[in-house]
């Protein structure tokens, strides 16, 4: 499965498919008392900083990368485009 830019389609299908993995990302970080960590912001992060320029990822590849998401890279890439729009990269 590849992720490609000039596939919103495909792109949308990934990312409801990817669903349960934010979700227990995001749980997990809240029982560490992590809030306020949304799914978008998630699948920004890995679209931008894990998975740009790779090809023919496996689904348990996107998963892997989701659940070891670093939280302080992950902090750190959310306080630096804050203010920036995601669709500009």
Do not use: H
């Amino acid at each position: 499965m590849a992720l490609n830019n000039n596939s919103k389609v495909n792109q949308n299908d990934l990312y409801i498919r990817l669903i349960p993995a934010f979700n227990t990302k995001i749980k997990e970080w809240q029982r560490e008392k992590i809030n306020n960590i949304n799914k978008i912001d998630l699948w920004n992060y890995c679209i931008i900083t894990k998975w740009q320029g790779k090809k023919d990822l496996r689904m348990y590849e996107l998963v892997d990368d989701i659940l070891n998401i670093d939280i302080v890279n992950f902090l750190k890439f959310i306080k630096e485009n804050k203010d920036s729009d995601y669709s500009e990269r």
